[in-house]
């Protein structure tokens, strides 16, 4: 399959069968990073020679290191900026135009999702999208790769239920992904934070063509029933902490708990969260939300996060995987899989 050249903005871009290309190019390149078989056409380094740029508005963890972890595994060169002066001194126009003569690709992690379109528009090389506040298409590559490797299920027989804030960034690109691959996703969340109608709107028209479903529910029991993977995510996006308050109170019911792990009614059903999690008192935002609301666990409890049920870290790894493998796919011209 030939996905040399695109950019990778979100899902809604891309077809099923590109989907589930890319999460198999991920499992064969963590297979050969971790020397446990090299598949045909994925020998060398697939990336020497390239050079990539990492733009971030926002902070990151997760996805800068993945960037970097697996650029490097393949060769690349990398460059992390963050004092640009896109937007001050210069257009984003002049900006994008400006990378795109110097690097074969670039990495956008922001606020508004214009910004990534903005700057694929103009700069004449593949553009991914690390996050923005409408979408997470890299994470949810990694999520859905996590599920096939402990269901041992394929995608359009997984059922995921995500529980929470219905309407962030990561909950999108999973109903956005989850409706183009055929898989069941429900959302469990308060009327006022289930995802737009616009929204829900198109993923139920690839949901159709796809044999997928989406259910919409306030009742994280009824979200939950049959589901082989329970996600949640942080209860306040980057740039929503004056919203902790109003958040606490309309989420608080929906934490993931041991007893709405059971309620799936599978002793398997995987936990799953993008991180970062505050499920213990061990960072500062914890005991700030403590002093203030006396919580000590917010959008999942410590028993479930650590729990033999819980992925999170290999769901962390799987990060780096698959952007590799959205890397390789879109700029090297050195593999054939």
């Known amino acids: ?61 997760r996805t800068r290191c993945s960037f970097e972890v697996a650029a490097f595994d393949e060769g690349a060169g990398v460059t992390f900026l963050t004092n640009s002066q896109m937007g001050k001194k210069e257009s984003l126009e002049d900006t994008s135009k400006v990378l795109g003569h110097l690097y074969d690709g670039i990495e956008y992690r922001g606020f508004a999702h214009k910004v990534v379109e903005d700057i694929a528009a103009y700069a004449g090389v593949p553009v991914w999208n690390g996050l923005t506040d409408d979408d997470h298409p890299t994470q949810v590559l990694a999520d859905f790769m996590t ?19 219905g309407r962030n960034n990561v909950a999108n690109g999973l109903m956005i992904g989850a409706s183009k691959v055929g898989m069941s996703y429900a959302v469990g969340a308060p009327k006022s934070l289930l995802p737009a109608d616009s929204l829900v709107a198109e993923c139920k028209a690839w949901a159709e063509a796809s044999g997928g479903s989406i259910l919409l529910t306030e009742d994280p029991y009824e979200a939950v029933k049959d589901a082989d993977v329970i996600y949640t995510d942080i209860w306040c996006s980057m740039g929503e902490e004056d919203k902790m308050a109003e958040r606490i ?10 007893a709405l792990m059971a309620a799936s009614g599978k002793e398997t059903t995987l936990f799953e969260h993008c991180l970062p999690s505050f ?54 011209d050195k593999y054939s899989f």
Do not use: C, W
């Open 1 to 61: 399959m030939n996905l040399k050249g695109r950019s990778f903005l979100t899902l809604k871009d891309y077809t099923k069968e590109e989907i589930e290309y890319l999460i198999e190019l991920s499992m064969a390149l963590k297979s050969k990073k971790k020397g446990k078989g090299t598949a045909p056409g994925l020998e060398g380094k697939l990336l020497d020679g390239k050079n990539i740029v990492l733009l971030f508005d926002k902070t990151s963890t």
């Open 147 to 165: 599920a096939v490797e402990y269901t041992g299920k394929k995608l359009n027989e997984i059922k995921l239920a995500f529980i929470g804030d």
């Open 249 to 258: 109170a309309l989420l608080k019911p929906y934490q993931v708990t041991a």
């Open 279 to 332: 499920h213990d008192m061990n960072t500062t935002t914890a005991e700030y939300v403590y002093e203030k609301f006396g919580l000590k666990e917010m959008e999942v409890t410590d028993e479930v996060f650590r729990s033999k049920n819980s992925v999170v870290f290999d769901e962390a790894e799987n990060r780096m995987h698959t952007i590799k493998a959205v890397m390789v796919a879109t700029i090297s």
